[in-house]
């Protein structure tokens, strides 16, 4: 594979894809919205990935996809809007690109398929380390447009005889340029523990993002061959806060069943799939003084 379309390339994610991939040998199409005029890419089509013809245009020439484009909150439209605009632009590049005959892709899903942050009520999982076989709580359209993509997946995978890998992303930051996002949100978690609660303290920097979806498209399954779906969970080894993860959740999540101990500041998921299917282990973790959570 050396020519992959990126959906979303306009992203702070996709755009950290589009760097990586060129450092590797690939060559690149982005599909966007808006072209800024910087994207790294070589390529650019604008169009919406909820367009078919669009994303046809796109697919010209690309032999793997990583699927980006969607609306990254609950908050960015209205609850129909939300649902129907990811949902649809899953299927849309998912299905045209295995009618292109294009049998690697990966895709952007959440932390949020699994429902805690942003439903009506607050939802608690039913064990810890997370993982990929605890339930849905999926209440708001975001987090359920993550589990329906993650099942669009998987049905193109049949469908198509495509390896997807949906990539269950937590916060994605960066820690390079002047903008000090990932900073900032380290910052304010600090002296807020209990806002990345229902997110379990979990980050990623862009780079390891990029990085992991690189891998994606060649994951390490002898049933690959044959078109399947995967989901992992990709996120730092370390949680986001200076705190003991055991106090954190002693505090913010008390009565939830530990399988494990966590040790220090070891992030409470399981990042097992991540590091079997993809050999992916986040290389950009940030280094912070442990403190007794006050």
């Known amino acids: 594979m050396q020519h992959a379309l990126i959906t979303g390339a306009a992203g702070l994610i996709g755009r950290a894809t589009a760097s990586h991939l060129r450092d590797l ?12 005029g910087d994207v790294p890419v070589d390529r650019v089509v604008v169009g ?41 632009a899953t299927f849309t590049v998912l299905d045209a690109a295995g009618e292109a005959g294009i049998t690697h ?6 932390i949020n398929a699994l429902g805690y942050r942003f439903g009506p009520v607050p939802g608690r999982p039913d064990q810890l380390p ?13 987090s359920l447009s993550k589990l329906v993509d993650e099942a669009t997946a998987a049905a193109m995978a049949r469908r198509h005889g495509m390896t997807v890998v949906a990539l269950r992303f ?34 990623l920097d862009d780079r390891d993002a990029a990085r992991a979806l690189a891998l994606a498209l060649s994951p390490n399954s002898p049933h690959t061959h044959h078109g399947t779906a995967h989901v992992a969970f990709v996120a730092a080894s370390l949680t986001s806060v200076p705190y003991p993860t055991e106090q954190l959740i002693d505090r913010y ?19 097992s799939v991540a590091r079997e299917l993809l050999g992916f282990t986040a290389e950009h973790v940030v280094d912070l003084p442990e403190l007794e959570l006050p």
Do not use: C, K
């Open 253 to 271: 999540h008390p009565g939830v069943p530990r399988t494990r101990v966590f040790p220090g500041r070891a992030a409470p998921v399981d990042l």
């Open 170 to 203: 937590p916060m994605v930051g960066s820690q390079e340029g002047s903008s000090g996002q990932l900073r900032g949100f380290l910052d304010h978690l600090a002296a807020n523990p209990a806002d990345g609660a229902t997110d379990f303290w979990l980050y």
């Open 130 to 142: 997370l993982h990929e076989g605890l339930p849905s709580q999926a209440a708001d359209p975001y």
């Open 25 to 36: 040998g690939f060559t690149t199409t982005g599909l966007v919205l808006e072209d800024p």
């Open 105 to 110: 892709a990966a895709i952007a899903s959440s």
């Open 48 to 88: 919406d990935a909820t367009d078919r013809s669009a994303v046809i245009t796109a697919l010209d020439g690309v032999d793997a996809v990583i699927h980006l484009a969607a609306i990254p909150s609950p908050s960015r439209g209205t609850a129909d809007e939300v649902f129907a605009v990811n949902t649809q």
